[in-house]
């Protein structure tokens, strides 16, 4: 979500430098802060909701492992999740992937929508800005891509 802002800005810097003014406004900024939160508030709530609470024989083995291995045991969190039950596959544990994938999947439709038109922008622009400013473009399209 934050790499989907991150192009967000990085293709208004492209495309229209005049409008990054936005990301100064206190709405604007209260609105990326509250999609953040909103969006981590989802993603928690499916796993919560979802992950079943019994103990299986494989996540104690887990446990018992990671305690011999790191020194250090783990009592909260997310340490496995277990997909097969008696020979049939927990419907939660598919349900949690399938939701936890699909809010992802937005995410990254979205990032890869702005990564394809600043690439575009940059390369429209190739023609009209200075050559120093279109390198310096493509170079920090690269670094966000790296990340």
């Not at 991150?6 to 709405?27: C, D, G, M, Q, T």
């Not at 024989?57 to 990671?66: D, F, G, K, V, Y």
């Not at 544990?93 to 809010?103: K, P, Q, R, W, Y």
Request: glycine letters at 2%.
């Amino acid at each position: 979500t934050l790499l989907t802002i991150h192009f967000i800005y990085r293709y208004l810097a492209v495309v229209a430098p005049e409008k990054l003014r936005i990301f100064s406004n206190w709405k604007f900024f209260a609105s990326l802060a509250f999609y953040l939160v909103a969006h981590a508030c989802l993603y928690t709530y499916v796993i919560l909701a979802l992950i079943p609470e019994y103990e299986t024989l494989e996540l104690t083995e887990a446990r018992s492992q990671l305690a011999i291995r790191i020194d250090r045991t783990i009592d909260n969190g997310w340490l496995s999740i277990s997909y097969w039950r008696n020979g049939q596959i927990v419907e939660n544990s598919l349900l949690l992937i399938v939701i936890a994938n699909f809010i992802q999947g937005i995410n990254l439709t979205i990032t890869i929508g702005f990564a394809i038109l600043t690439f575009r922008a940059i390369r429209r622009t190739a023609n009209h800005a200075s050559k120093s400013s279109n390198k310096f473009q493509m170079q920090l399209f690269v670094a966000i891509c790296a990340q």
